[in-house]
């Protein structure tokens, strides 16, 4: 092989390899239960953990215009609120908001492991 392909092979493997890499990393950072645009919700009520889609939850103040600026009511019970919040990639609890260690690095507030 002269130099040049050589190079080519070279070239073309570094882009391959970069391609595999950033692919890689970004669907790894991606939170696999929001991955279709949806918001993960857990009932107050029931305890019921649901992915509700955008659509579905602007219907729901469409339909319900009074409830503007409240949570809104679970569609399994009927009877809850749903609070929006995140599950630990690493122990999969849920949670509203992660709590901070003195260093400020994010903290699973249920299981205490810390968040990538």
Known sequence: MNDKIKLLLSIAAIVICGGIIINFVSSSSRDPDQ?????LFKCTACGVEQLID???HGQFYDDNPNMLG???VCPLCEKGKLASGLKCPVNGCFYVQAEQMAD?????PKCKT???
């Open 35 to 39: 991955l279709d645009g949806g918001t």
């Open 54 to 56: 955008n659509k579905t």
């Open 70 to 72: 409240q949570a809104m």
């Open 104 to 108: 400020g690095r994010p903290v699973c």
């Open 114 to 116: 810390p968040l990538p």
